[in-house]
């Protein structure tokens, strides 16, 4: 029996069994939008959360997202427009010509509106978008479509950043900017909320906030036309400093209105128009007002007027460079005032001499004008520095206390300095005397720190001068001249100002200064063994101290003046000429008596003096001790027996037989000595004092004709100077261009003066004919020749 076989039947899977009530989209639809509604209305409190999240899930999950998307929507700008028309269309201002207090006053209703419905807007919005996360989640991605909180600020930007709110808005802001610019007070936080709600609010397509695309380009141009009226105004009626208080202030005030209720946005626009307006175009008539300018800052001392000038000059870029070049042009000019004044003097005293000089028949009242001329020229010479110091320390002060100590505004205030300086053709000699001055015994009691830092600023002056090299001949002279008297305030004192110099020329500048302090040393020990000598042997009768000079270092004649010396004096000049040749064998010894000085004890007819006279002086009055009473010697007796060239033996007689103390008579009385003269032994003289020192040369400014002769010497060591430098550079480089060669040089020698490119061709010219250098064919360079 065959087997049936069993058909498997597939079973039906039935679909799941429903639960709950059917879905009804309307209903759904109208039950949401009335809890909407009452969100809107504040009634939230009375809804449930969970009931409304339900409706809008099912919408979405049963394919009706885009009802929700778009009903809400609709919703939200309903609301929109209700909100503007309860609250923000009833407060638009309606006196356009009101007073300025009033219009701001209707104006910052109308911000607060703003904000209020911003407020009510976005409350209600937020607890919406909680409502629907489940459609911001699921339909707003996969549509590509804002969420509902970027959809509800979209519809705010359509239904109130609008026509005509948008208009009344940016007013208001503006009326309350500039309610505030002309000094009242206003209500900043309500300014402040309404553009908050603008920062926030962003438009899409422009990718900028509703507050840079509309308000901040109107509030820029309403500031640019204020701000080109304020700085006419101002420059009408304030002075410099006020003006610059002003914009100052300004500048504050928009700061802080760019971050109280504007945006730190606008702060730098803002900034930008007040410089491009307030200053920029006005900084050469601030700096040159009349009675308040940059001169008169500087006079009054305004460190504060002058560093708010330099605080709002730094922040446009043509305000330094205006700053430096008017410092430059009011130091230039205060500096040729001081100069005039100097130079006016002394054109008077050189006329003076002049005229002297030419007249033979001058008489005592001629001399005696222009020797007080030259002491004034002195006093001067001295004042010129001291002015130049003052004016240094008032604009250094200026500079540190003002300037922020700016380099650049450092830089130009040396140049002028250095420009007005070097006009002044004694300025060298001047410096080297107010040196002189201030190193001298005795002088002023000034404590050694005081001196210093007088010679510290006076370091600073000599910095700036060009001609260093005529600076060291002066120095040379002032500074011979004070060790031979003794009247260094102090050995300390000195080589502390050769070491500033050395500091600022190098080691070459000074071996010689420093030569003639070894000299000096070498001096006092060669004496001490002198007078050692002296006690094994018999001593010459007149006691002698001797400074042995090494001609190179001294600036002096190397030949000897010519002086017949008294039996006396040979005696002892030749006791310590075989001394000092005994120790020291190939030297050659010449007495130098223009630069020596004597004691003496002279006996009058009241009283006995001791007399202080330069070698010259006890030559001719020794003359004198031998002849009777009342004898005389003419001016040709005098100059036969001593042999004293003219000009030192009339200076000499002059300061004997002229002066305050007249230790001989000159026939016929005068104050000039003419080789017509004669002379007697003044036995009647009396004077108070014990102790006269007669012929006391004070360092003075020179004259025209020692100027002269002071300014070829210069030259001539210029074109040493010159010629070595060439010999220097051209033996190391071997071969080198006419420019290279004369750059180099130039270069060179700028520590020492300011060499000119002419003179430097002159004497490469003068190179090539005595066969240290050939020129090469191409005519523009030259080989060294060994």
């Given at each position: 029996?065959?087997?049936?076989?069993?058909?498997?039947?597939?079973?039906?899977?039935?679909?799941?069994?429903?639960?709950?009530?059917?879905?009804?989209?309307?209903?759904?639809?109208?039950?949401?939008?009335?809890?909407?509604?009452?969100?809107?209305?504040?009634?939230?409190?009375?809804?449930?959360?969970?009931?409304?999240?339900?409706?809008?899930?099912?919408?979405?999950?049963?394919?009706?997202?885009?009802?929700?998307?778009?009903?809400?929507?609709?919703?939200?700008?309903?609301?929109?427009?209700?909100?503007?028309?309860?609250y923000?269309?009833?407060?638009?201002?309606?006196?356009?010509?009101?007073?300025?207090?009033?219009?701001?006053?209707?104006?910052?209703?109308?911000?607060?509106?703003?904000?209020?419905?911003?407020?009510?807007?976005?409350?209600?919005?937020?607890?919406?978008?909680?409502?629907?996360?489940?459609?911001?989640?699921?339909?707003?991605?996969?549509?590509?479509?804002?969420?509902?909180?970027?959809?509800?600020?979209?519809?705010?930007?359509?239904?109130i950043?609008?026509?005509?709110?948008?208009?009344?808005?940016?007013?208001?802001?503006?009326?309350?900017?500039?309610?505030?610019?002309?000094?009242?007070?206003?209500?900043?936080?309500?300014?402040?909320?309404?553009?908050?709600?603008?920062?926030?609010?962003?438009?899409?397509?422009?990718?900028?906030?509703?507050?840079?695309?509309?308000?901040?380009?109107?509030?820029?141009?309403?500031?640019?036309?204020?701000?080109?009226?304020?700085?006419?105004h101002?420059?009408?009626?304030?002075?410099?400093?006020?003006?610059?208080?002003?914009?100052?202030?300004?500048?504050?005030?928009?700061?802080?209105?760019?971050?109280?209720?504007?945006?730190?946005?606008t702060?730098?626009?803002l900034?930008?128009?007040?410089?491009e307006?307030?200053?920029?175009?006005?900084?050469?008539?601030?700096i040159?007002?009349?009675?308040?300018?940059?001169?008169?800052?500087?006079?009054?001392?305004?460190?504060?007027?002058?560093?708010?000038?330099?605080?709002?000059?730094?922040?446009?870029?043509?305000?330094?460079?205006?700053?430096?070049?008017?410092?430059?042009?009011?130091?230039?000019?205060?500096?040729?005032?001081?100069?005039?004044?100097?130079?006016?003097?002394?054109?008077?005293?050189?006329?003076?001499?002049?005229?002297?000089?030419?007249?033979?028949?001058?008489?005592?009242?001629?001399?005696?004008r222009?020797?007080?001329?030259?002491?004034?020229?002195?006093?001067?010479?001295?004042?010129?520095?001291?002015?130049?110091?003052?004016?240094?320390?008032?604009?250094?002060?200026?500079?540190?206390?003002?300037?922020?100590?700016?380099?650049?505004?450092?830089?130009?205030?040396?140049?002028?300095?250095?420009?007005?300086?070097?006009?002044?053709?004694k300025?060298?000699?001047?410096?080297?005397?107010f040196?002189?001055?201030?190193?001298?015994?005795?002088l002023?009691?000034?404590?050694?720190?005081?001196?210093?830092?007088?010679?510290?600023k006076?370091?600073?002056?000599?910095?700036?001068?060009?001609?260093?090299?005529?600076?060291?001949?002066?120095?040379?002279?002032?500074?011979?001249?004070r060790?031979?008297?003794?009247?260094?305030?102090?050995?300390?004192?000195?080589?502390?100002?050769?070491?500033?110099?050395?500091v600022?020329?190098?080691?070459?500048?000074?071996?010689?200064?420093?030569?003639?302090?070894?000299?000096?040393?070498?001096?006092?020990?060669?004496?001490?063994?002198?007078?050692?000598?002296?006690?094994?042997?018999?001593?010459?009768?007149?006691?002698?101290?001797?400074?042995?000079?090494?001609?190179?270092?001294?600036?002096?004649?190397?030949?000897?003046?010519?002086?017949?010396?008294?039996?006396?004096?040979?005696?002892?000049?030749?006791?310590?000429?075989?001394?000092?040749?005994?120790?020291?064998?190939?030297?050659?010894?010449?007495?130098q008596?223009?630069?020596?000085?004597?004691?003496?004890?002279?006996?009058?007819?009241?009283?006995?003096?001791?007399?202080?006279?330069?070698?010259?002086a006890?030559?001719?009055?020794?003359?004198?001790?031998?002849?009777?009473?009342g004898?005389?010697?003419?001016?040709q007796?005098?100059?036969?027996?001593?042999?004293?060239?003219?000009?030192d033996?009339?200076r000499?007689?002059?300061?004997?037989?002229c002066?305050?103390?007249?230790?001989?008579?000159?026939?016929?009385?005068?104050?000039?000595?003419?080789?017509e003269?004669?002379?007697?032994?003044?036995?009647?003289?009396?004077?108070?004092?014990?102790?006269?020192?007669?012929?006391?040369?004070?360092?003075r400014?020179?004259?025209?004709?020692?100027?002269?002769?002071?300014?070829?010497?210069?030259?001539?060591?210029?074109?040493?100077?010159?010629?070595?430098?060439?010999?220097r550079?051209?033996?190391?480089?071997?071969?080198?261009?006419?420019?290279?060669?004369?750059?180099?040089?130039?270069?060179?020698?700028?520590?020492?003066?300011?060499?000119?490119?002419?003179?430097?061709?002159?004497?490469?010219e003068?190179?090539?004919?005595?066969?240290?250098?050939?020129?090469?064919?191409?005519?523009?360079?030259?080989?060294?020749?060994?």
């Amino acid at each position: 029996m065959a087997a049936v076989p069993r058909v498997r039947v597939k079973p039906k899977i039935k679909p799941a069994k429903k639960h709950g009530p059917e879905f009804s989209i309307d209903e759904t639809w109208a039950k949401l939008s009335k809890n909407i509604v009452e969100i809107q209305n504040h009634n939230a409190a009375n809804l449930s959360y969970e009931e409304n999240h339900r409706f809008a899930y099912n919408m979405v999950l049963y394919k009706h997202g885009e009802t929700l998307y778009q009903g809400t929507k609709k919703l939200i700008a309903e609301n929109l427009d209700k909100l503007a028309n309860e609250y923000i269309v009833p407060a638009f201002p309606t006196h356009v010509d009101a007073d300025p207090l009033e219009k701001a006053q209707a104006g910052e209703l109308l911000l607060k509106a703003v904000r209020k419905v911003w407020d009510d807007h976005t409350s209600s919005l937020s607890k919406l978008r909680d409502v629907l996360k489940y459609m911001d989640r699921v339909y707003t991605k996969s549509k590509q479509v804002p969420e509902i909180w970027d959809a509800g600020l979209l519809s705010f930007i359509e239904h109130i950043v609008r026509a005509p709110i948008q208009g009344h808005i940016i007013s208001a802001v503006l009326n309350q900017v500039q309610t505030e610019r002309d000094g009242y007070v206003i209500n900043r936080s309500a300014v402040k909320g309404c553009v908050d709600v603008l920062l926030q609010l962003f438009d899409e397509r422009a990718d900028v906030s509703v507050y840079k695309r509309d308000l901040e380009p109107v509030l820029l141009r309403e500031s640019e036309a204020f701000y080109q009226k304020e700085g006419s105004h101002l420059l009408e009626t304030c002075d410099a400093a006020e003006y610059l208080r002003r914009v100052e202030s300004r500048l504050d005030q928009e700061e802080s209105r760019a971050h109280h209720f504007l945006s730190s946005q606008t702060s730098l626009p803002l900034r930008r128009i007040l410089e491009e307006k307030l200053i920029s175009p006005h900084l050469s008539t601030i700096i040159s007002m009349p009675n308040s300018g940059l001169d008169v800052m500087i006079d009054l001392d305004k460190i504060d007027d002058l560093a708010r000038l330099y605080r709002l000059f730094v922040m446009v870029p043509a305000g330094i460079p205006t700053l430096r070049k008017a410092l430059r042009e009011t130091i230039i000019r205060r500096g040729r005032d001081i100069n005039s004044a100097s130079l006016s003097l002394e054109g008077e005293e050189a006329q003076e001499d002049e005229d002297v000089e030419k007249s033979s028949k001058a008489k005592g009242k001629g001399k005696a004008r222009a020797g007080n001329a030259g002491s004034q020229v002195l006093s001067l010479a001295l004042k010129w520095v001291q002015d130049v110091l003052d004016m240094k320390d008032k604009f250094d002060k200026t500079w540190s206390g003002a300037f922020q100590s700016d380099r650049d505004v450092e830089s130009s205030t040396n140049e002028a300095f250095e420009a007005f300086i070097n006009m002044h053709e004694k300025a060298p000699e001047f410096i080297s005397l107010f040196i002189d001055d201030n190193l001298k015994k005795g002088l002023k009691g000034k404590t050694d720190a005081e001196v210093d830092t007088v010679l510290d600023k006076t370091i600073t002056i000599f910095r700036f001068l060009a001609d260093k090299d005529v600076f060291e001949r002066y120095y040379k002279g002032h500074l011979a001249k004070r060790l031979r008297l003794g009247r260094s305030v102090s050995d300390d004192a000195e080589r502390n100002m050769l070491a500033k110099l050395k500091v600022e020329c190098g080691y070459q500048f000074t071996q010689k200064l420093e030569g003639m302090f070894h000299d000096m040393k070498i001096s006092a020990e060669t004496m001490q063994a002198y007078r050692n000598h002296l006690e094994t042997t018999s001593a010459p009768d007149v006691e002698i101290s001797v400074i042995v000079m090494t001609s190179t270092f001294w600036p002096m004649s190397h030949s000897g003046s010519p002086c017949n010396f008294p039996a006396e004096l040979l005696k002892t000049a030749k006791s310590f000429e075989q001394f000092y040749l005994s120790r020291h064998s190939g030297r050659r010894l010449t007495w130098q008596p223009s630069l020596g000085n004597a004691d003496i004890r002279a006996r009058f007819n009241s009283r006995t003096h001791d007399l202080n006279v330069s070698t010259y002086a006890l030559v001719i009055l020794l003359l004198f001790e031998d002849l009777a009473d009342g004898t005389s010697l003419s001016y040709q007796d005098i100059k036969s027996a001593t042999a004293i060239p003219d000009t030192d033996l009339q200076r000499n007689l002059q300061s004997l037989a002229c002066a305050k103390y007249k230790i001989l008579k000159k026939h016929p009385y005068g104050r000039d000595v003419n080789p017509e003269d004669s002379f007697t032994f003044n036995a009647d003289f009396s004077a108070p004092l014990q102790k006269i020192k007669i012929s006391t040369v004070a360092a003075r400014v020179e004259s025209t004709d020692e100027r002269k002769e002071t300014k070829d010497r210069v030259e001539e060591e210029r074109r040493h100077q010159t010629e070595a430098c060439i010999v220097r550079i051209m033996k190391n480089r071997k071969h080198m261009t006419h420019n290279d060669l004369v750059s180099e040089v130039a270069r060179q020698l700028s520590s020492r003066f300011q060499p000119n490119p002419l003179n430097i061709k002159k004497r490469i010219e003068g190179l090539i004919e005595r066969e240290y250098l050939e020129r090469c064919e191409d005519r523009k360079s030259y080989n060294y020749l060994a």
